[in-house]
Nanobody, 118 residues
């Protein structure tokens, strides 16, 4: 099982980035994005169910971030608009096998760094 995240970078406040997570090896109930800033705990950002594309967001990113998926490419995207310095973190994608988007995720990809300068 592999979850390959990409798309991070250094941008200025107000800019956009799109993260990608290519999944292989398993069929997941949901794929999610999490982030961890220095000195902080990892937090949920967004998740999407694979079959019905139901999307869920943390309050801090609602209206700015959009999660989507491409079944043909087995890839989930996180479009991040209106980036703020507080969005700076390492972003991880994760796959969940069981029903629901909360709780423990079963597989994790490597992180991709997002840095937003003010």
């Amino acid at each position: 099982v592999q979850l390959q995240a990409s798309g991070g970078g250094l941008v200025q406040a107000g800019d956009s980035l799109r993260l990608s997570c290519a999944a292989s090896g398993r069929t997941f109930y949901a794929l999610g994005w999490f982030r961890q800033a220095p000195g902080k705990e990892r937090e949920f950002v967004a998740a999407i169910t694979w079959t019905f594309s139901n999307a869920y967001y943390a309050d801090s990113v609602k209206g700015r971030f959009t999660i989507s998926r491409d079944n043909a490419k087995n890839t989930v995207y996180l479009q991040m608009n209106g980036l703020k310095p507080e969005d700076t973190a390492v972003y991880y994608c994760a796959g969940k096998l069981r029903t629901g988007v909360t709780g423990n995720y079963d597989y994790w990809g490597q992180g991709t760094q997002v840095t937003v300068s003010s």
